[in-house]
């Protein structure tokens, strides 16, 4: 028997082995730092980012492929990839208070945080399924145990624990799915899947069978109905930056994996799979829109509303045009900064450690006490309700352009609607901001801030703002991703 070496190519992985390689120096810097030099290992997380988005800059446009074609590095990989990024450098900001006042171990948090990060970069890279279980698995792993950081906290044990046992079950699926499809095709990797569809269709019962598996396994990480039950009790009892990286990271990653095998395998463009799509984005979105209003914990009603909003991207999957998939990317990143930056606003606002602002109510006035916090709260809900110029309107205008350009005119109405429907929880927040009297008479007095988290909110502020009004440049970048992707 011949003993084959794989072809081994780190160049392939380089920026997620740089990611790894940082996440272990700032474990190794956390075991002898004293606890006032502790910010040091934020910066180092910091640098290992722009040293990794160096390397991204590096590869744009080159077609990478290593271990046999197991991951590749192509325009679309590196654009998620970016969002990832980006996502990570916004939550380290946003962790440098939680982390002084709350978190017993500086190290293991951020080093987390960036283990994380890699498998999301490995998993949207992966052009084989078992790559991309390993990717999911090893971000999903970092979430669980950044989730339950707080120890001391009963909620935060109590997400913690949630997380974990639906996410292993939703695993369950996933590798079954992989099984499944492998056994039908006796492939795990995306061109092979390819040729067994043009060959053969959907006529073998088992080949079905394990998509479906594998798209539920997807739907936990992206919180589609019905398989969202877990996101509210989970954002609510994670630490708020985790909860904000954790809501545009694990979804952006489902969603990476979704345009693969919707491009990859364009027969899935069958009736029976749209009509499943188009359902399962209606719900999505109208679910997560309903229940979003009549919340009053602040991190719920964001909870709620980014299962809407992953209804509002599913529109686009159903497009599965080239505008789609560059208005998902767009979409995506604008989601980056608005979401973020909202969780970014709560995590100002909160009190670390015991009782935190949560209450919409709490929120009575603020607009006068803090206004550069309730100027930034206010520009990423008006750009999550979408309303011009913010990048959250003009995320919505490609996405709904490209669902109607494909044909999908009642579910682009339905999606307006809900639009408009969930300006009413957003606009709320607002309203109770500048046009209402605080409870008692009396705003509650700011816990003392670092400067990661104000630099956050400005530069999540400015990227809503720079994409809103001058949207050109960046849908033109995606525009040209979108267009390698299809010839791949």
């Given at each position: 028997?011949?003993?084959i070496?794989?072809?081994?190519?780190?160049?392939a992985?380089?920026?997620?082995?740089?990611?790894?390689?940082?996440?272990?120096?700032?474990?190794?810097l956390?075991?002898?730092l004293?606890?006032?030099?502790?910010e040091?290992?934020?910066?180092v997380?910091?640098?290992?980012?722009?040293?990794?988005?160096?390397e991204?800059?590096?590869?744009?446009?080159?077609?990478?492929?290593g271990?046999?074609?197991?991951?590749?590095n192509?325009?679309?990989t590196l654009?998620?990839q970016?969002i990832?990024?980006?996502?990570a450098?916004?939550?380290?900001?946003?962790?440098?208070?939680?982390?002084?006042?709350?978190y017993?171990?500086?190290?293991?948090?951020?080093?987390?945080?960036?283990f994380?990060?890699?498998?999301?970069m490995?998993?949207?890279?992966?052009?084989?399924?078992?790559?991309?279980?390993?990717?999911?698995e090893?971000?999903?792993i970092?979430?669980?145990?950044?989730?339950?950081?707080?120890?001391?906290?009963?909620?935060?044990?109590?997400?913690?624990?949630?997380?974990?046992?639906?996410g292993?079950?939703?695993?369950?699926?996933?590798?079954?799915?992989?099984?499944?499809?492998?056994?039908?095709?006796?492939?795990?990797?995306?061109?092979g899947?390819?040729?067994?569809?043009?060959?053969?269709g959907?006529?073998?019962?088992?080949?079905?069978?394990?998509i479906?598996?594998f798209?539920?396994?997807l739907?936990?990480?992206?919180?589609f109905?019905?398989?969202?039950?877990?996101?509210?009790?989970?954002?609510?009892?994670?630490?708020?930056?985790?909860?904000?990286?954790?809501?545009?990271?694990?979804?952006a990653?489902?969603?990476?994996?979704?345009?693969?095998?919707?491009?990859?395998?364009?027969?899935?463009?069958t009736?029976?799979w749209?009509t499943?799509?188009?359902?399962?984005?209606?719900?999505t979105?109208?679910?997560?829109?309903?229940?979003a209003?009549?919340?009053?914990?602040?991190?719920?009603?964001?909870?709620y509303?980014?299962?809407?909003?992953?209804?509002?991207?599913?529109?686009?999957v159903?497009?599965?045009n080239?505008?789609?998939?560059?208005?998902?990317?767009?979409y995506?990143?604008?989601?980056?900064?608005?979401?973020?930056?909202?969780?970014?606003v709560?995590?100002?606002?909160?009190?670390s450690?015991k009782?935190?602002?949560?209450?919409?109510?709490?929120?009575?006035?603020?607009?006068?006490?803090?206004?550069?916090?309730?100027?930034?709260?206010?520009?990423?809900?008006?750009?999550?309700?979408?309303?011009?110029p913010?990048?959250?309107f003009?995320?919505k205008?490609?996405?709904?352009?490209?669902?109607?350009?494909?044909?999908?005119?009642?579910?682009?109405?339905l999606?307006?609607?809900?639009?408009v429907?969930?300006?009413?929880?957003?606009?709320?927040?607002?309203?109770?901001?500048?046009?209402?009297?605080?409870?008692?008479?009396?705003?509650?007095?700011m816990?003392?801030?670092?400067?990661?988290?104000?630099?956050?909110?400005?530069?999540?502020m400015?990227g809503v703002?720079?994409?809103?009004?001058?949207?050109?440049?960046?849908?033109?970048?995606?525009?040209?991703?979108?267009v390698?992707?299809?010839?791949?």
């Amino acid at each position: 028997m011949d003993l084959i070496i794989p072809q081994i190519n780190f160049a392939a992985i380089a920026p997620a082995l740089t990611v790894v390689i940082t996440a272990s120096v700032i474990l190794f810097l956390g075991l002898f730092l004293p606890k006032i030099q502790r910010e040091i290992l934020a910066i180092v997380g910091i640098v290992g980012l722009i040293v990794t988005l160096k390397e991204l800059g590096g590869m744009w446009g080159r077609h990478i492929t290593g271990f046999n074609g197991m991951v590749g590095n192509d325009n679309i990989t590196l654009a998620f990839q970016l969002i990832f990024i980006i996502a990570a450098f916004l939550a380290i900001l946003l962790a440098l208070n939680h982390v002084e006042d709350t978190y017993v171990s500086y190290g293991d948090f951020y080093a987390l945080l960036l283990f994380g990060l890699s498998g999301m970069m490995v998993m949207v890279q992966g052009l084989n399924l078992l790559v991309v279980f390993l990717g999911l698995e090893l971000f999903s792993i970092s979430l669980y145990i950044l989730t339950g950081f707080r120890k001391m906290r009963a909620d935060s044990i109590e997400a913690a624990l949630k997380y974990f046992l639906l996410g292993a079950f939703s695993t369950g699926f996933l590798l079954y799915g992989i099984a499944l499809i492998y056994g039908a095709t006796g492939s795990f990797t995306f061109e092979g899947i390819l040729n067994y569809v043009n060959s053969h269709g959907f006529t073998n019962v088992m080949f079905v069978a394990g998509i479906i598996l594998f798209m539920i396994g997807l739907s936990f990480k992206a919180a589609f109905v019905p398989f969202h039950q877990w996101t509210p009790d989970v954002y609510q009892g994670a630490p708020t930056p985790v909860t904000a990286f954790m809501s545009v990271g694990a979804k952006a990653a489902a969603f990476a994996v979704l345009i693969r095998l919707f491009v990859s395998v364009a027969a899935f463009s069958t009736q029976e799979w749209t009509t499943a799509i188009w359902v399962l984005a209606f719900l999505t979105m109208t679910v997560g829109n309903v229940v979003a209003l009549v919340q009053r914990n602040i991190k719920r009603m964001l909870a709620y509303s980014s299962i809407a909003h992953a209804g509002y991207i599913l529109v686009a999957v159903l497009a599965g045009n080239e505008m789609g998939r560059s208005a998902i990317l767009f979409y995506l990143l604008a989601y980056t900064f608005m979401n973020l930056g909202a969780f970014g606003v709560v995590s100002y606002l909160g009190i670390s450690g015991k009782v935190e602002n949560l209450k919409i109510e709490s929120y009575r006035g603020i607009g006068y006490k803090y206004p550069f916090a309730a100027l930034a709260m206010a520009v990423f809900m008006f750009s999550l309700a979408g309303v011009p110029p913010t990048a959250g309107f003009v995320g919505k205008f490609y996405m709904f352009s490209a669902a109607l350009k494909a044909g999908f005119v009642w579910l682009v109405i339905l999606s307006v609607l809900n639009s408009v429907m969930s300006a009413y929880y957003y606009l709320r927040v607002v309203v109770a901001m500048y046009m209402q009297e605080p409870e008692g008479g009396k705003v509650f007095e700011m816990p003392t801030t670092s400067w990661g988290v104000g630099l956050a909110l400005l530069i999540a502020m400015l990227g809503v703002l720079y994409m809103g009004i001058f949207p050109s440049s960046m849908m033109a970048l995606f525009q040209k991703t979108a267009v390698l992707i299809s010839l791949l």
